[in-house]
C-alpha cells in the first residue's frame, strides 16, 4: 500500500497488485467444530448524530451512536470476534459537531474518525456528503480512519485505480478440531471461513457538487463496477460471502445523462451475480427485503435509514463439512435503537469535546426581531425563506433569487441568535454561486419546481400540495410525493401560480419587483446554493433546458467559504434583523388555495 500527499493531507490508495493485502484478520473459536454463526451490524447516513445531544436545539436527543453502541456491546459480548460493524457513509456532514470538527476546530483528529476508531467499525463506506466536505477535509479523515474506507467505483483518475480500497477481507478460524480442507475447496484456506466486503459510492457526484470538490476523481457505474470486482474477488480470494457495502439507494433516484443511476442497489443485486447481503443507505429510508440474484440465489437487501435511529444487522451461519463450505443461512433485519440505553462511557470518553461544541454552537451572533419558520414556506411567501432570499440578492448582487426550505420543520424564535441557529437557518455547507440565465430559463426553472411541489387543482376540495401519505414516514419528503429542498421559490422577480393549470403552464411571472418589466429573452444574474448551481435537483437542467456541460459556463460566480459562515458574518455586522414574507408571489385562485392551504397544513403538521 502506498502514500501519496494531495492538498497536504496524506491518504491511502491501493494497487491492483497489493489488493490481498488489504485485510483484516479477526478470531474466535467457534462452539461447533465446522459451523461459525456471525453477526454484522451496519449504521448509515448518521450525519453527525454521533453524542445524544442535539446542539441545534441544545436538547436531548433520541438515537445516536451513543445509544447504537449500547447495543454493538450487548452484541459483542455474545459474539465477541465474529461481530463486524460496518458503517455506510455520509458521517461528515449533519449535526453542527461535524460542522465544527471539518471547518473550525482541523489541527485536531476529525471528531467522525474518532468516533469510528472509539466504536471499532470494521469498514467504512463513502457517502456524497462525505464528498461534499472536499478533499482538504476527507482525505485528512480518511487517513486518521484506524478501518478500511472502501470505495470501488472512486477512480483516481491520474492512475484509473480505486482512490481508497475497493475491498476489504475478514477472516474467522475455525476450531482446531476442524479437519483441512478436502481439494477444490471453493472457500478461502483450510480451517476458515472468509468474507469478503465490498464498497462502493452512489455515482451520480457530478450532479450534485461542484468538480473541485472531488477534483482527479471519477465515479464508475455501480453495476459495471461490481461486475469486475465480484469477478475478481471470487476469483483471487475465494471467499465463503460476499457483503455489499453501497452509499446508494435501493432504486429510482436521478439518471444522469451518461447512464449513471444514483440509487443502484436493486440493478447490482438482479444483475450481479455472488452477493450474499448488501447493506446500504443515502436514500433515509428503512428496508429489509430479499431479492434475487440473476441465478436466484437469494440477496438480503438491508437499509437503516439515517440519524442513527436503528441499525441494520445480518446474523449469518456457515457450515463445514471437513473445512468445506456445504451451507450458509443468512437472516436480515433492523433494530430500533431510539430508546435504548445510552453508553456513558462512550459519553464520558467525549464529554471535553461536547463542551467545547456546546461552546461553539452557543455564542450569540445577533437578535431576530421576530420568529420565522420553514412551515410557512410551503404555503406562500415567508419570513424565513425571504430572509434566505434577501441576504443572498445582498451578498451576490445578482437579479433574481431561488431558494427552497431545506428543513423540512424548523423555526428561528425571536431574540438572541446563536450559531447554532444558523444550521436550522442553513442545515447543508452549500457554497452560494450567481448564474446566467434567461427569463425563459427561470420560468421554466419554477415550472418544474411548483409541479413537485403542487397539485393540479380541478375543485375546491383538492389538495393544494402535492402530498403522498405513503411517505409520511419518509426522512426526505415527510408526506409529500417531491422532496421539498427542491421547491424553488424566487425573489426579485412578481409572480402567480395558478393552480388549476397543467404542469408547465402554472408559472405566471407579472414584472420584476423593482417594477421593470420581466423579459424572457433577456439574460439575468441568479442567486443560488452550489448545489443547485451544479444541477441538483434537475431544476437547472431538465428543468430550465440547460444542458449539464453547459453549466460551468454559466456560473459567473462562487463564493469561497459556505453560505451558512456569510449567513452569520452578516448578522453579526447587522446585530438586529427581521425577517419578513415578501410577498412577492401567491398561489391563484385565492378562493380555492387559501383553504385548501389550511387544510394541508394541519395534515402536515396538526392542529
Known amino acids: 500500500m502506498r502514500k501519496e500527499t494531495i492538498n497536504g493531507v496524506r491518504t491511502m490508495r491501493i494497487g491492483w497488485a497489493l489488493l490481498a493485502l488489504v485485510t483484516c484478520h479477526l478470531s474466535h473459536v467457534t462452539s461447533s467444530a465446522q459451523t461459525v454463526e456471525l453477526k454484522i451490524i451496519e449504521t448509515s447516513d448518521v450525519h453527525g448524530y454521533f453524542l445524544p445531544y442535539d446542539f441545534v436545539n441544545a ?33 461528515l456532514q449533519g449535526q453542527p459537531c461535524t460542522y465544527w470538527s471539518n ?9 467522525a ?20 466536505t472536499g478533499h482538504c477535509v476527507y482525505d485528512k479523515w480518511i487517513s486518521e480512519v484506524q478501518c478500511p474506507v472502501l470505495g470501488a467505483n472512486i477512480i483516481d483518475r491520474e492512475t484509473e485505480l480505486p482512490y481508497v ?53 471519477r465515479f464508475e457505474d455501480m453495476v459495471t463496477c461490481a461486475k469486475r470486482w465480484v469477478k475478481y474477488i471470487r476469483q483471487v480470494e475465494k471467499p465463503d460471502l460476499i457483503i455489499g457495502l453501497f452509499h446508494s439507494g435501493l432504486n429510482g433516484g436521478i439518471t444522469m445523462d451518461d447512464g449513471l443511476e444514483e440509487d443502484a442497489v436493486q440493478l447490482v443485486a438482479q444483475q450481479v451475480e455472488g452477493f ?44 463445514y463439512d471437513h473445512g468445506r463450505l456445504v451451507d450458509k443461512a443468512v437472516k436480515g433485519s433492523i433494530v430500533d435503537i431510539r430508546n435504548m440505553d445510552v453508553d456513558e462511557q462512550m459519553v464520558a470518553h467525549f464529554q471535553p469535546t461536547i463542551d467545547r461544541i456546546k461552546d461553539f454552537v452557543g455564542r450569540r451572533i445577533g437578535t431576530f426581531a421576530n420568529g420565522c419558520s420553514t412551515r410557512d414556506s410551503y404555503f406562500g411567501p415567508s419570513a424565513f425563506t425571504d430572509f434566505l432570499h434577501q441576504m443572498q440578492l445582498q451578498l451576490t448582487g445578482a437579479d433574481i433569487s431561488f431558494n427552497a426550505p431545506l428543513s423540512f420543520d424548523t423555526s428561528i424564535g425571536k431574540g438572541p441568535v446563536t450559531v447554532a441557529d444558523m444550521f436550522k437557518l442553513y442545515r447543508y455547507e452549500n457554497q452560494l454561486y450567481v448564474v446566467n440565465m434567461t427569463g425563459r430559463e427561470i420560468r421554466r426553472h419554477l415550472e418544474m419546481s411548483y409541479d413537485q411541489w403542487v397539485n393540479t387543482m380541478t375543485s375546491a376540495d383538492d389538495h393544494l400540495l402535492l402530498l403522498n401519505d405513503a411517505s409520511s414516514g419518509d426522512q426526505q419528503r415527510m408526506g409529500f410525493k417531491n422532496y421539498t429542498f ?69 456560473i459567473i460566480y462562487q463564493s469561497e467559504l459556505d453560505l451558512r459562515y456569510y449567513l452569520m458574518e452578516e448578522i453579526e455586522r447587522r446585530g438586529t434583523v427581521s425577517p419578513k414574507a415578501a410577498k412577492n408571489w401567491k398561489f391563484v385562485p385565492e378562493k380555492w388555495t387559501k383553504p385548501a392551504a389550511r387544510r394541508d397544513r394541519q395534515l402536515l403538521f396538526g392542529k
Not at 476450531?175 to 462502493?200: D, F, Q, W, Y
Not at 440465489?297 to 436503528?310: E, K, M, T, W
Request: net charge negative.
Open 59 to 91: 436538547r436531548p436527543l433520541n438515537g445516536t451512536l451513543a445509544r447504537a453502541n449500547t447495543y454493538i456491546k450487548q452484541q459483542r459480548q455474545q459474539f465477541g470476534d465474529r461481530l463486524l460493524l460496518l458503517d455506510n457513509g455520509d458521517i
Open 103 to 111: 471547518y473550525v476546530n482541523t489541527d485536531e483528529e476529525n471528531l
Open 113 to 132: 474518525a474518532q468516533v469510528v476508531n472509539y466504536m471499532g467499525y470494521d469498514a467504512e463506506a463513502v457517502g456524497n456528503h462525505d464528498v461534499e
Open 165 to 217: 480500497c475497493p475491498y476489504t477481507i475478514k477472516t474467522f478460524p475455525l476450531s482446531p478440531s476442524a479437519e483441512p480442507a478436502v481439494s477444490g475447496k471453493p472457500s478461502g484456506r483450510a480451517g476458515e471461513a472468509k468474507i469478503a466486503i465490498l464498497g462502493m459510492i452512489t455515482p451520480t457526484i457530478g450532479a450534485w457538487l461542484n468538480e473541485s470538490l472531488w477534483q482527479g476523481l
Open 276 to 319: 450474499d447481503i448488501i447493506f446500504f443507505g443515502h436514500d433515509h429510508q428503512v428496508h429489509n427485503e430479499m431479492l434475487k440474484s440473476p441465478s436466484g440465489h437469494d440477496v438480503l437487501c438491508l437499509d437503516p435509514s439515517c440519524f442513527a435511529r436503528n441499525v441494520a444487522e445480518a446474523t449469518v451461519t456457515l457450515t
Open 486 to 554: 427542491n421547491f424553488d421559490s424566487a425573489s426579485g422577480i412578481d409572480y402567480e401560480v395558478d393552480v388549476t393549470k397543467p404542469d408547465g403552464q402554472k408559472v405566471n411571472i407579472l414584472r420584476m419587483t423593482s417594477g421593470e418589466p420581466f423579459d424572457e429573452n433577456k439574460m439575468y444574474k441568479v442567486a443560488m446554493n452550489s448545489y443547485r448551481a451544479n444541477g441538483g435537483g434537475d431544476l437547472i437542467t431538465r428543468g430550465a433546458g440547460i444542458p449539464r456541460d453547459s453549466l460551468q459556463g454559466r
